[in-house]
């Protein structure tokens, strides 16, 4: 997750250095740098996901129901 969350950021950088120090316009910086970030996004986004999936709960759990009668939707189940 750090990796994602730092090239993130490294995109936002590359935008205020294409602004500030290389004087590139606005549109021009703001499409090569919104692509970046674009990219960069979903790999901080599906990061989080892996994130919170693996520290989630199970739904029983939660609940308190018996294990043995709940059935998650989007998981498979075997009978």
Avoid: N, Y
Wanted: proline share 1%; charged share 15%.
């Amino acid at each position: 997750m750090a990796v994602a969350a730092t090239m993130l950021l490294t995109s936002g950088l590359l935008f205020i250095a294409m602004r500030d120090i290389w004087g590139w316009r606005l549109l021009k910086s703001g499409v090569i740098a919104g692509a970046f970030i674009c990219i960069d996004s979903a790999f901080f986004l599906a990061s989080m996901f892996g994130l919170m999936e693996r520290k989630s709960m199970h739904v029983s759990d939660f609940f308190l129901l018996p294990k043995d009668r709940v059935i998650l939707i989007g998981r498979q189940a075997a009978i």
